[in-house]
């Protein structure tokens, strides 16, 4: 990761941007692994709990560690597009009218996604309700640094996907 410097004549110090906190408290933290993969258009990932993954019928998965494990799988699909993916729920219904950039799925799921398995974390997975307002806070985060407009959070899943094994 490159030195944060302050954006050119913003007088804004990257370094103490709630983004970057957030980054290098997550490499910093050893008490989980983020497997991290972008697939679709091409591009293949492999993950230590879930194997390879070519492409994804949705945007983008948090999978929580296989019991034992303290790999988290970060799959983020790519938009293939420009300006970004997307965004669905509700059986394949559009949630947003424009597209999200990738940069925002990809902060969404590897940091906010994550938090809930990090050390001092696990009562997030405990209230689903708590822990979507903390994603959607943490997704702002980003949002807010790129001059977007928030998001509410009312759309946001609360579907939990157990990986019991590895895929062949």
Known sequence: MASPTAREGSGYSIAKSAGYQQVTGL??????VADVGLVGGGLTATFKD????SSYSSEAATFQP???SKHVSVLVSQGDIPGGVQVFCCNGRAVYQGREPDLVTMYHELIAETLKYRAGHGYLRQNPVLDSKTVIKIENEIRRFHGMIPRTGADHGQTVITVQGKAQ
Request: net charge negative.
């Open 50 to 53: 879930l194997g390879t993954v």
């Open 27 to 32: 490499i910093n933290d050893h008490s989980v």
């Open 66 to 68: 296989a019991p034992g």
